[in-house]
């Protein structure tokens, strides 16, 4: 069993930053790459970034490409997504995912561990 928390959410401007954290526990961090997924109101959830367990790949949705870095410190069993320039659509619920081996994927089905979410609005 894994258990993941989200935090760093919130409201910022157009332009502005954020850094979301997930805190993981209950299971090896190392053998688990992690993902980032976001859901906005109305649209289904989508693919944000991935990191395998050893943190040396990396896999962004294009619309987020050099705006958005993921990356992980495994002593601190902790995933972070880096979110800078952010635009309005960017506004989201976003989730913290799992899988339970150490290969990045982008498709939602293959992480059998996620978060509650943690909401980001981004203002025009």
């Known amino acids: 069993q894994v258990q993941l928390v989200e935090s760093g959410g919130g409201l910022v401007q157009a332009g502005g930053s954020l850094r979301l954290s997930c805190a993981a526990s209950g299971r090896t961090f190392d053998s688990s790459a992690m993902g980032w997924f976001r859901q906005a109101p109305g649209k289904e959830r989508e693919f944000v970034a991935a990191?395998?367990?050893?943190?040396?790949?990396?896999n962004y949705a294009d619309s987020v490409r050099g705006r958005f870095t993921i990356s992980r410190d495994n002593a601190k069993n902790t995933v972070y997504l880096q979110m800078n320039n952010l635009k309005p659509e960017d506004t989201a619920v976003f989730y913290c995912a799992a899988r339970t081996r150490p290969y990045l994927s982008n498709r939602p089905t293959e992480y059998g561990y996620w978060g509650q979410g943690t909401e980001v609005t981004v203002s025009s």
């Open positions: 990191i395998s367990g050893s943190g040396v790949s990396t």
